[in-house]
């Protein structure tokens, strides 16, 4: 059909309709009020079914899984301080401290309030390798990923007496005596801290199954063995070191980053410019128990969207050389899916889990 004749077929069309409304006036009132009516129920309809909004009630809890001072703790009060001063969260935020059981006593604890949003906690890569190994129950499915705040690398750290200079004096070090270096990490066997120590000597074609190991409740904790001189190399995120760094009491001798980081351990060389070819990336997080309401998870996806926004978080992300990398829940939840897949094959190939 012609453009014209589209014309000629809209005119006759107009003309029937006018003839039908002056033949008929109550028709067309009729088919007005059925309009209206419609357009009311459509009006309720998504009134009705808009979730109201959810604000916390009473008092938060911040959850954290390790010691006070650690890694995992200064997330937590970093956090609470920025939600607390721009008033992103009205409600009073505690952290609760809850070391012990390789995260587990934390997350049980966690577990018992399903449905209320009034609780999160802080949480690592620990939480999805424990399930894989089998010495928790828990895995990150039992729980509602609330935000993926940020990243950063494992670096491997001796005391400053120590005669291993380098990372290549670590391997060589292993190689000829294995009994005779004790590594540290917290918090669980397993965990991103101890695959980081596993790549590396699997890429140095050490037999992982004859390295020395000591668990710690919390990294800060394994630091401070490690200036006592109690274990020989201590492998963390590398914030954890950054209140140490002064004292001049410990040596970073590499880091499993691709390349350089930048800022306060610019200096240290990663393991593959040493010849060892290992990355370990570490990621901190918050969850909440399951079953939260849409709503529910709304409130924390707006508050930590802020708080990814904040000069300040801006300013500590910048100063802990913590890698941005924010993800809401829905994100966070496919991103975790990504990790449980990756590190469950790591872990197999490195024969720390079937």
Excluded: C
């Excluded at 570490?282 to 926004?309: E, T």
């Amino acid at each position: 059909m012609d453009q014209g004749h589209f014309e000629d077929g809209n005119n006759i069309n107009r003309q029937y309709v006018h003839r039908f409304s002056v033949r008929d006036g109550r028709v067309r009132a009729l088919m007005r009020h059925a309009a209206a009516v419609l357009l009311a129920a459509l009006h309720f309809g998504a009134g009705g079914a808009a979730t109201p909004a959810w604000n916390p009630e009473r008092t938060v809890e911040f959850i954290v899984p390790s010691s006070a001072g650690g890694g995992q703790d200064r997330t937590a009060r970093i956090v609470q301080k920025i939600m607390q001063d721009s008033a992103v969260v009205a409600s009073p935020v505690n952290v609760v401290n809850k070391p012990g059981g390789s995260g587990n006593i934390a997350y049980h604890y966690l577990s018992q309030f399903s449905g209320n949003a009034h609780y999160l906690a802080t949480a690592t890569g620990a939480l999805l390798t424990s399930h894989i190994l089998g010495t928790s129950p828990l895995n990150y499915t039992d729980f509602t990923a609330i935000s993926v705040l940020y990243g950063e690398y494992t670096g491997f750290s001796v005391n400053a007496h120590s005669t291993i200079q380098s990372g290549k004096d670590l391997v060589e070090r292993v190689k000829k005596n294995p009994d005779s270096i004790t590594f540290a990490f917290g918090t669980a066997r397993g965990a991103p801290n101890h695959i980081a120590i596993a790549l590396v000597m699997k890429a140095a074609g050490i037999d992982v199954s004859k390295l020395k190991v000591v668990i710690y409740k919390a990294s800060v904790e394994a630091t401070t063995a490690l200036m006592g001189g109690h274990v020989d190399v201590v492998a963390t995120p590398i914030s954890t070191y950054l209140p140490v760094l002064a004292s001049g009491k410990i040596r970073i001798v590499a880091i499993a980053a691709p390349q350089r980081v930048s800022g306060k351990f610019a200096y240290v060389p990663t393991w593959r410019e040493q010849g060892f070819d290992a990355i370990m990336p570490s990621y901190r997080m918050f969850i909440a128990p399951k079953g939260l309401s849409s709503a529910q998870v709304a409130f924390w996806d707006k508050a930590f969207a802020s708080l990814s926004q904040n000069p300040l978080w801006k300013k500590e992300l910048e100063q802990n050389e913590w890698q941005s990398n924010y993800m809401n829940s829905a994100d966070s939840r496919k991103y975790l899916d990504a990790r449980y897949e990756a590190e469950h094959e790591i872990l197999v190939k490195l024969g720390l889990a079937k």
